[in-house]
């Protein structure tokens, strides 16, 4: 309703090209960034826009899309996924990502996003039966960690031991 109310219209915030009319027409922001079918609305141009100052359009714009996706993905969803017991399973595959990393489906809950306020409020939603705990583990860089360990390299293994950036 706000975005409306500066549009002066309605804008189907799901449309890059009603986005980007508002944006670089209506409002006349500077264009950051062109697609093949014109000027883009992704989410690094929205964030840039939006340091600019010359509009609170684009952070509201960035809101949108956040809780949509949050509530598309996962709010609407979820409550279809609890079993007779109350609980929601996800189903961790071993051999699906191209990486090789664990992946997880029905729902995927490793994509709930953690850096944003929302994203947090969600997560809360997932508790532990009695006597339960859920944990979160960060595979980050296993690989690197295993071939330091393996290899037994000092300069690795001391980046690794102090938080370092490996690279």
Do not use: C, W
Not at 90 to 108: C, E, I, W, Y
């Amino acid at each position: 309703s706000e975005i409306k109310e500066v549009a002066g219209e309605d804008v189907n915030l799901k449309s890059p090209k009603q986005v980007s009319a508002l944006l670089f027409e209506k409002l006349e922001l500077p264009i950051i960034k062109k697609t093949k079918t014109g000027a883009s609305t992704d989410s690094s141009v929205l964030e840039t826009l939006k340091q600019m100052g010359e509009s609170d359009i684009p952070e509201k714009i960035i809101k949108f899309r956040e809780v949509d996706k949050l509530l598309s993905t996962y709010v609407k969803t979820l409550p279809k996924l609890v079993d007779k017991k109350g609980k929601i399973h996800t189903h961790f595959n071993q051999n699906v990502a191209a990486t090789g990393r664990l992946s997880s489906d029905k729902p995927n809950l490793q994509n709930i996003p953690i850096r944003t306020e929302n994203g947090r409020k969600l997560r809360k939603g997932f508790v532990p039966a009695k006597d339960h705990v859920l944990i979160g583990a960060d595979y980050s860089q296993v690989e690197l960690r295993i071939l330091a360990h393996f290899s037994e390299d000092e300069v690795m293994i001391s980046a690794f031991n102090n938080d370092e950036d490996i690279h």
